[in-house]
């Protein structure tokens, strides 16, 4: 497989696979605690909370690297546009949906549900300032730069020519 050619790719890789980690080892925190406070109705809440703020998070990123497949395309920044837009679509139509179903369920404990997500998306936050710290990125990506001096090249009438003078030129 090539590397891909846009320099967000590998920090979106990064991002997701450490924020998949850590969901991991939050959503066991979150039950625990969860279950500490309320019992199973706190652990399927803390569980359920850390997921979903791992997956509307995660949805950004994945829609992010789904539209850098078509780097390079004369279409490229349009479809860019549309696919990372339909993925806030998706995020909003989800969450509505999803807060919709479970706000009236009795198994959900809500404070420890809100504290969950909260505790998800701050972490997911520190895992992205972790990552854009420690990856190394130049300023100025995604071009190619020029590897000869034009004004070095000879011209076929010899005007560019190290020994030619001004008049020459």
């Known amino acids: 497989m090539t590397p891909s050619p846009v320099s967000s790719t590998p920090i979106l890789r990064r991002t997701l696979t450490w924020s998949a980690a850590a969901a991991l080892v939050l959503a066991l925190a979150a039950a625990g605690i969860g279950f500490a406070v309320d019992g199973t109705s706190g652990l399927w809440s803390g569980l359920i909370g850390v997921l979903l703020a791992f997956l509307f998070l995660g949805i950004t990123a994945g829609s992010i690297l789904f539209a850098n497949r078509w780097f390079g395309d004369p279409i490229y920044v349009q479809l ?7 993925g806030w679509l998706v995020k909003l139509g989800l969450f509505l949906v999803i ?3 479970l706000s009236g369920q009795p198994w959900i ?3 420890v549900f809100f504290l969950s997500i909260v505790a998800g998306v701050v972490l997911s936050l520190v895992v992205d300032a972790v990552v854009l710290v420690r ?3 130049p300023h100025v990506s995604d071009i190619d730069l020029p590897t000869v001096n034009p004004e070095d090249e000879v011209d076929t009438d010899g005007r560019n020519a190290p020994d030619a003078t001004e008049g020459e030129r």
């Open 135 to 137: 990856m190394r990125l």
């Open 80 to 86: 860019f546009f549309a696919i990372v837009l339909g």
């Open 109 to 111: 404990s809500p404070l």
């Open 99 to 101: 807060m919709i179903v």
